[in-house]
């Protein structure tokens, strides 16, 4: 392929080494992200919000007679649970706003360390 292709060789070649900095890069990253409690509090809240306004639309989708009263409860749960998601989805992004320039110029997540050397 090499002598057939030089160019197209040389192309895979750098190709195949971005894709594993990439693969590095990914690897360190989910690891911080795993170890940072914030991320994993707010991921967490986010995932139990959706989860509660997915319950309570499919009880009022599946459910044709309901009282006055419960509607109004459900409706206001579903208003409550979406207010607390916005909050919490403006609080990550907040988050990540913050930290991600801070992760852009960190050396160690786009070169390899020494023990990886």
């Known amino acids: 392929f090499v002598d057939l292709c030089p160019q197209w060789a040389e192309i895979f070649i ?3 080494q971005e894709n594993e900095d990439l693969a590095q890069t990914l690897s360190k990253l989910r690891h911080r992200i795993e170890n940072e409690p ?3 509090q707010e991921l967490h809240n986010i995932l139990s919000v959706v989860t509660s306004i997915r319950s309570a639309a499919g009880i009022l989708q599946q459910s044709e007679e309901l009282s006055e009263q419960w509607l109004k409860r459900f409706h206001r749960n579903m208003y409550e649970d979406s ?3 916005a909050q919490a989805a403006q609080s990550l992004v907040t988050y ?6 801070s992760l ?9 360390s020494k023990e990886e050397q």
Do not use: H
């Open 14 to 16: 750098d190709q195949t």
């Open 38 to 40: 914030f991320l994993e």
């Open 83 to 85: 207010q607390r998601l």
């Open 96 to 101: 990540l706003n913050e930290t991600g320039e």
């Open 104 to 112: 852009r110029q960190d050396p160690s997540l786009t070169s390899p």
